[in-house]
């Protein structure tokens, strides 16, 4: 079996929702990390404190996001330039079972 078009738009979705995916446990870990260290700095740094609240709170919806977009346009990029050499070159051969 010969792949020899990929649906550009198709491949943005997944790669779009996996990167979310991956955006999400980087979010958490960011935001674990903020509020730790947030936690940590309590009075002694005064406004820093604050700072670090709001950066750990933010991370969890930012992250996701931006990595979304990011996977979208990479995936659409990336089939909008397969399928442009699969013309030329051929496409990739997959044998299953």
Same mark, same amino acid.
């Given at each position: 079996?010969?792949?020899?078009?990929?649906?550009?738009i198709?491949?943005?979705?997944?790669?779009?929702?996996? $990167?979310?995916?991956?955006?999400? =446990? *980087?979010? =958490?870990?960011?935001?674990? %990390?903020?509020?730790?260290?947030?936690?940590?700095?309590?009075?002694a !740094?005064?406004?820093?404190?604050? /700072?670090? =609240? =709001?950066? +750990?709170?933010?991370? *969890?919806?930012? /992250?996701? #996001? %931006? $990595?979304?977009?990011? +996977? /979208? #346009?990479?995936?659409?990029? !990336?089939?909008?330039? $397969?399928?442009? %050499?699969?013309?030329? #070159?051929? +496409? #990739? @051969?997959? @044998?299953?079972?």
């Amino acid at each position: 079996m010969i792949i020899k078009r990929i649906g550009a738009i198709s491949l943005a979705k997944i790669l779009g929702a996996a $990167y979310a995916a991956i955006g999400l =446990l *980087f979010g =958490l870990l960011a935001s674990l %990390f903020s509020l730790l260290g947030a936690g940590l700095m309590g009075q002694a !740094s005064g406004g820093m404190g604050l /700072f670090s =609240l =709001l950066t +750990g709170g933010l991370s *969890f919806i930012v /992250f996701p #996001v %931006f $990595y979304g977009v990011i +996977g /979208f #346009v990479t995936g659409l990029i !990336s089939a909008l330039i $397969y399928n442009l %050499f699969s013309k030329s #070159v051929g +496409g #990739v @051969e997959l @044998e299953i079972g």
